[in-house]
């Protein structure tokens, strides 16, 4: 697939740190799985990772201090 943003690169499955700055803390999940460019580094996330993010980050806002570091594959 090409990449959407510089149109010329090609997205390659890869993996990524995931941050966030939500209410009350920074939110940080490392070796989240993606699709990133190869020519301009554009991260794009799929459909099912996108929703388990979006959940994880429901339940860390809850439970996180002013920091939190996540490892996805223990907690996805």
Not at 37 to 64: N, T, Y
Request: aromatic share 6%; with cysteine; hydrophobic share 40%.
């Amino acid at each position: 697939m090409k990449c959407l943003s510089c149109k010329s690169g090609d997205m390659e499955a890869s993996v990524t740190i995931y941050f966030t700055d939500l209410k009350n803390c920074m939110i940080i999940i490392k070796n989240a799985p993606c699709y990133k460019c190869e020519q301009c580094g554009e991260v794009l996330f799929s459909a099912s990772v996108a929703e388990k993010l979006d959940v994880l980050m429901d339940k860390a806002e809850i439970l996180a201090s002013e920091l939190t570091i996540m490892e996805y594959d223990r907690i996805a």
